[in-house]
């Protein structure tokens, strides 16, 4: 069993991903499009031809990663930190290369939407890691981390779905829905306060 300190490193790597608060009791309702980064690659306003090859970005990235996800064996902590920085490496450069097909305008809104979003991310990390969840349940948090982490991508990078279709599909992605009858009062309350933070800030941010 990971230490608690282990835990939560590994947790912070994971929280990169994307989030969906929408867990039964926890009544967050938070914007899940608005916490998922790679969501960000497929809502912005570009033509046609900007979205044929943001597409084809995300497309070979989404292969890579798959290339990743095979080869990785998972079977202590430093191994997920690896496979976390891969994958966020592989991350940093999809932002990167949509950057180069973006006009100025566009690339300012974009780095604009990634720096809010990275504040919800922030948010996100410490309400997880205040949850302070036991042994029993370390475990299942991660590997509930690694299953959403997989989704998203399986998802974002499947160009035979149009972009709205592939939003939609993000959305129902649940990474607490096995989780929650697990969870004690104090930290469903704890997870209810944290949803309410999120939603301030997204109001802030309109």
């Known amino acids: ?15 990169c991903i994307l989030f ?3 867990i039964g009791t926890c009544s967050t309702n938070v914007d899940t499009c608005s916490i ?14 900007q979205r044929k090859q943001i597409d084809e970005i995300i497309g070979e990235a989404g292969h890579d990663v798959k290339n990743i996800q095979k080869k990785s064996v998972i079977t202590n902590m430093f191994d997920i930190m690896e496979y976390e920085s891969l994958l966020n490496d592989r991350r940093s450069r999809v ?4 950057m180069q097909v973006l006009s100025v305008e566009q690339q ?13 991310q922030n948010i996100s990390t410490a309400g997880l890691l205040n949850l302070d969840f036991s042994e029993k349940q370390e475990l299942l948090v991660i590997q509930s981390l690694m299953l959403s982490q997989k989704q998203v991508w399986s998802i974002v990078s499947d160009k035979s779905l149009s972009w709205e279709v592939r939003r939609k599909k993000l959305n129902n992605i649940n990474i607490f829905a096995n989780l929650t009858p697990l969870l004690t009062k104090t930290q469903l309350n704890a997870l209810s306060l944290w949803g309410q933070s999120l939603k301030l800030l997204q109001r802030q941010q309109l």
């Open 20 to 22: 969906d608060m929408n």
């Open 108 to 120: 300012n809104i974009f780095d604009s939407q990634l720096k809010k979003q990275r504040q919800l």
């Open 95 to 98: 932002n990167d290369d949509i």
């Open 36 to 49: 998922y980064e790679e969501t960000l690659w497929i809502s912005l306003d570009v033509t046609p031809e």
């Open 1 to 15: 069993m990971l230490s608690k300190e282990k835990t939560m490193i590994c947790i912070i790597c994971f929280c």
